[in-house]
């Protein structure tokens, strides 16, 4: 038996997401090349997340509708046909790459930041004005050059000022796909 230590909340209401995008469709030389570009931007409200309160209560954490994410990005697609012969041999390929920019619109009431997890003394984080999942922590102190302070014992000084140190999302994806058609056959690789 155990007691939870969150607060469950009747009171959810679902997530929205509203959402635009804009894009074009391109064929040339009769469909052996061509180009897909899209721009979208989105906005989610009402994100379902546990948020922290004080332990005074009984419970540590409370579920709520504790924000508002919105992105913004591009997608870009080319598709080609270098080889197609007569006796059925063809060589299709697909390169695609994208780049997604998120921001923290809102979170609920008065936070400034939301703890999406915990690591060592570093923290994952929704802050108001960042992007979603910044990591959050002591980096290390840095002299003029942007060399690392560097203690007796040869370990560099960390800093006492917690910073933003990177982001778990990646600046871009993308990925490239090769397939060969040969009558019956077919070889792809990603």
Known sequence: FAVPNTI????????ATTAWEVGTD??????????V?????????NQ????QISSA?????????????????IEVLMQATPVQLNNGFRWDMTVNWSKNNSEV??????????VLGSYWSMNIEARKGEAYGVFYGN????DDDGNWIIDSAGRPQRDTNREILGNYNPDWVGG?????TYGPFSVSVL
Request: charged share 20%.
């Open 105 to 114: 619109i809102d979170l609920y009431g008065d936070l400034e930041t939301l």
């Open 57 to 73: 209560s009984g419970s540590t954490n409370q579920i709520l509708n504790a924000g508002a994410v919105q992105n913004k990005g």
């Open 48 to 51: 379902i997340l546990g948020v």
């Open 176 to 180: 490239i796909q090769n397939r060969v």
């Open 8 to 15: 469950p909340n009747t009171a959810l209401k679902p997530e």
């Open 37 to 45: 570009l899209t721009y979208y931007q989105r906005e989610t409200t």
């Open 139 to 142: 980096g290390y102190l840095k």
């Open 26 to 35: 391109i064929g040339l030389f009769n469909e052996r090349l061509g180009f």
